[in-house]
């Protein structure tokens, strides 16, 4: 990266966007193409050290003006009108060639779904240090020393070694931080920060908010800082722009949006309240009874779960809260079967589950449903959401044709999407559309218990209580159970009877709600409690230092 005196040499303004205009076109079954506008005329200007923070609704434009930011437009998106202006130039008219150099070096693109966008097939440190080798920034030593630097900023364990590791053998929220080292080592002008932090417990993601205050401030780079969440976009941007339905709804400093909205939809976003859920009781025998559950990967060479015990009641919610690795998702694999455990058992509606998934009857299957984390790679790209909410109506209930379609309709109206996303493929849908078509997917089975793996994690405030509210609904008319794996602890207050707090795979906290959320803490729920963002300018920086002065003290 240039240095400071050359930076003040080009346009202060790093970025410009001028009535930017996107595109797509969709062909409804039976009807001719139609052309639909993403992107309605947005204008924005973005100078060297500085960060934006796009914010609205899934679906509201945010992902594909960052994109835009790279003459890039994904899907059969098209930009067609208006100008991007990077460095003086605009890039949508600089040629494929010109594109393609600045891709990578002077503007970097951290994705939402980290674990979609590595290659499965190649160590990690040969892809974080592939951008500064490929456009000469610097050499394999060099590149690797600064890959180890960023991977020790961001809190990644064993941060010499790591990048040894191919993308399957570290969590989701690891792999998101070295998603962020990636585009920090060859040291841009811009970093499009496409929900960095929506697979982070709120332990690690202090840490990797503070990296990235501190790269901007240190290189002078520029960022969009694309988010749902509103507590952490008031942490890192200097302002916010509101968008809704790909237009501009709202455009000024970070406290003014935060403290003062001018308009309702801003005000609605800003004012999100959590869901007030009246914790349940247990009673009866448990429908659910994890007993002493032993697990590995590796052939018994890395211990993930150790010993762990935890009960579901009929029409109850189980909380797992803890940070990257704690063993909260693999916990619902030993559930379900996917990672046979060595020791223990698990007992469902009063009878022993066989370990392995193969093991297993067809109704099993259908009782105990699970929605994944990555929506993006649990939906197959070529089959329409017909098909993927379809297939479950199909295996478990023999539906099909006008019925099945008529049952596919009623739960895409259940998830707030409607009819018209039954043609739709995955590649057409938002992330937070990606992630409901799932829910709806495990619905259609009629699941007795539900696995939910951060199902709100991809979504904005107003859709995530919507989202919420309809489980709550669905436990109370159904008695459905739910195993609710999350690092958000809102989340946890709003649907959770009961709470088990995993910590490097064990349970270190367990009981009703009340309970485990009530003082005297242990050290590592204190650090869960205070690591919550709040929407207070500032709050980043007390967090840091009062977590500095805790490790002070002891």
Not at 4 to 30: C, F, H, N, Q
Not at 87 to 98: C, E, F, P
């Amino acid at each position: 990266m240039p240095d400071a005196a050359a930076g003040r040499d080009r346009p202060e303004s790093l970025l410009e966007m001028r009535k930017l205009r996107i595109e797509a076109t969709v062909y409804p079954p039976g009807e001719d193409p139609k052309n639909i506008t993403l992107v309605h005329d947005v204008s924005l200007t973005l100078k060297r050290g500085r960060v934006l923070g796009l914010i609205g609704e899934s679906g509201a434009g945010k992902s594909t003006i960052g994109l835009a930011s790279m003459g890039y437009g994904r899907g059969g998106v098209r930009i067609t009108g208006g100008e991007v202006v990077l460095n003086g130039r605009d890039i949508l008219r600089a040629g494929s060639s010109t594109t393609r150099k600045l891709r990578g070096r002077e503007v970097c693109y951290v994705a939402q779904s980290a674990a979609a966008a590595f290659n499965p097939a190649h160590r990690l440190m040969d892809q974080v240090v592939e951008a500064a080798l490929l456009h000469g920034v610097a050499g394999r030593a060099e590149a690797e020393r600064r890959a180890v630097a960023l991977f020790r900023k961001l809190s990644l364990p064993d941060p010499e070694n790591i990048g040894r590791r191919f993308p399957h053998q570290v969590s989701g929220g690891q792999l998101q931080r070295v998603m962020t080292a990636m585009a920090l080592c060859p040291e841009p002008d811009l970093i499009v920060f496409d929900e960095p932090t929506t697979a982070l417990d709120v332990t690690t993601q202090i840490d990797v908010l503070a990296a990235i205050k501190e790269a901007i401030r240190d290189t002078r780079v520029a960022a969009l800082y694309i988010t749902h969440d509103l507590a952490v976009v008031a942490q890192v941007s200097d302002e916010i722009m509101v968008l809704r339905h790909g237009r501009l709804v709202e455009w000024g400093g970070t406290r003014q949006i935060i403290k003062e909205p001018r308009q309702e939809y801003t005000n609605a976003l800003v004012s999100v309240h959590e869901i007030s859920h009246d914790e349940q009781q247990p009673g009866g025998t448990p429908f659910l009874s994890v007993k002493n559950v032993t697990a590995s990967y590796g052939g018994g060479l890395v211990k993930v779960l150790k010993d762990v015990s935890v009960d579901i009641f009929p029409g109850q919610t189980l909380a797992v809260v803890g940070e990257s690795g704690s063993g909260k998702s693999t916990l619902a694999r030993a559930i379900t079967g996917l990672l046979p455990p060595e020791k223990g058992s698990v007992t469902f509606g009063g009878r022993k589950l066989g370990n392995r998934l193969s093991d297993r009857s067809k109704d099993d299957l259908r009782q105990l449903q699970m929605i994944y984390q990555m929506a993006d790679v649990a939906m197959n790209p070529r089959q329409p959401v017909a098909t993927i909410i379809g297939r479950p109506l199909e295996f478990y209930f023999g539906l099909k044709g006008a019925e099945r379609d008529r049952r596919v309709a009623e739960l895409l109206e259940k998830i707030e999407m409607g009819k018209g996303f039954a043609d739709r493929y995955p590649a057409e849908l938002s992330g937070g559309q990606k992630q409901r078509v799932c829910i709806a997917r495990a619905l259609a089975a009629q699941p007795r218990l539900i696995i939910c793996d951060e199902v709100t994690s991809a979504l904005d405030p107003l859709v995530a209580n919507g989202i919420l509210k309809l489980l709550l609904d669905l436990q109370k008319e159904e008695g459905v159970a739910y195993l609710f794996i999350t690092h958000d602890l809102a989340t946890v207050k709003s649907i959770a009877d009961s709470i088990a707090v995993m910590y490097r795979g064990e349970v270190v906290r367990y009981g009703q709600k009340s309970k485990v959320l009530s003082p005297p803490f242990d050290a590592y729920t204190d650090l869960l409690l205070s690591s919550v963002p709040e929407m207070e300018i500032g709050w980043l920086e007390k967090a840091i230092g009062g977590r500095r002065m805790a490790s002070a003290g002891n």
